[in-house]
């Protein structure tokens, strides 16, 4: 089994605070362990859904080939374990990712689990299946991928067209669960079927995702709950008054913002919160192929006018950070620090001096007191996209641009960006890992899905290829920061600002683990129960 660990020192203190496994406590099996969600997915099909909306309550629901350690906070490489694989190798050339797989495991309609189904689901990622998904999202993550074979009754190779070391992360991702082969996606949106620690039960749109314990799970004494219960409430005060009432054990995750985690605190003091940088940047988005914005100059006049610290004092009491594509260390294991960002372009200039620039620069288009550029900016309709957009269009107002909010639902919200049917949008990059091959595939390159912008670039792309081959971690995070110079010097989906967020439980919500560093990871629950 081959491993690359990363050993940054910055980050130490967040590996030696990691969670006991639950086996060194008392578990009490039995109880359902409740949680309010905050909209209604599009589908319960993990592969179609760009956001965690789907993904945080379907993980339970599946298993991965490796998984993140769930009671490690800070993902890397290094904390991968097994999960349907029981063993994993590289080949010579560093070309061909060999898994040796379990035979005890079936799926929740009774089927077997086998390599075909390994197969069947990459297959259908990278387009070469028969079965089509309704929408890909993650398609581009997979562009290294030749194929996958199976080998033998218990083992599979992922066959890559050049080295990739760190190509077991992203099958680690809680957003890259093995699907049935004899299951159809179609089916999969509606009642997925896993092999994962709970059965999916029901989806009712405004309502409630409902799972129950799988009794036949692999893992002999997993889960401890009965089920979990996912009731969806739109309001976010009402979601907050069912958690200080107690009638719900869980916030959704990364679900409180530092204001309302000082209310949370003083009607519930027994809570237990965690908080810490968010990972997905608050990020503005320029529909490059629109017009106006097809006009660089006018690009660049709405990145001046960017002011990003307004946005951490109002959003989080000025504890969010700022940074690049990368999330910031110390949580961030591959983000750049402030003395290196501080360096980047748009990041050190006088804020009050780049909106004169920007001034500038719209009347020599044209525009100006007199004549002002009217905008739609659209975002999805939940407060973590909302608000922010509310101080984007204020930002713009100062040259020029005046700015209407168009909140779009999150059924709707992914399908719309990927068409380019906005022009000015304010998106949260949803980071499914901390990983520069995720982010830079899924986002940046040319021709992916989640490219909002259009942006495309070879030189670029050749330039993330590099990163990506580097096993090195030194060598390899070097590559990464030339990479988001690039970026910034072009001012491709400039990165706003991180905020800081707060999962807040119930005392007696035991063998919880939150991760640091991705939104997406940590729901497995297979190791949670209740000490009521």
Known sequence: MKRHPLTFAAVGALLIAVSAPAAVFAQKPGGILRIPHGDSPASM?????????????????????????????????????????VTWSWDEDKTALTFHL?????????????????????????????EK?????RKSWYRNL?????????????????PQPFFTALLASGASPVYPCHVPPAQMRQHPIGTGPFKFVEYKPNESIRLTRNPDYWKPGRPYLDGVEYTIIPNLSTRMLAFTAGKVDMTFPYGVSIPLLKEVKSQAPQAICETTVATGSRTLILNQRAPPFDNSELRRAIVLALDRKPFIDILSEGQGKIGGVMLPPPEGVWGMPPEILQTYPGYAADAQQNRQEARTIMERLGYGPGKRLAVTVSTRNSPEYRDPAVILIGQLREIYIDGQLDAIDTAIWFPKVIRRDYTVGLTVTETALDDPDQLFYENYVCGAERNYTGYCNPQ?????????????EYKRRALVWEVERKLAEDRVRPIIFYTRLSTCWQPWVKGFTIMVNSLFNGWRMEDVWLDK
Not at 58 to 81: A, C
Not at 111 to 129: E, I, M, Q, Y
Not at 146 to 162: A, G, P
């Open 45 to 85: 099909s993990t592969h179609e859904e760009a956001t965690r909306s789907t993904a945080t309550p379907m993980m339970g629901v599946f298993n991965n080939l490796v998984l993140f350690d769930q009671h490690v906070p800070q993902n890397t490489v290094g904390s991968i374990v097994p999960d349907l694989a």
């Open 102 to 130: 379990r035979q005890d495991v079936r799926w929740h309609d009774g089927r077997p689990f086998t390599p075909k189904d390994v197969k069947c689901t990459w297959d259908l990622l990278t387009g070469k299946s028969s």
């Open 133 to 137: 998904l309704r929408v890909n999202p």
């Open 146 to 162: 030749e194929e996958v074979t199976v080998d033998s009754d218990n083992q599979v190779t992922f066959h890559l067209k050049r």
């Open 460 to 472: 670029l792309d050749q330039m993330i290829d590099r990163q990506s081959m580097e096993a090195d």
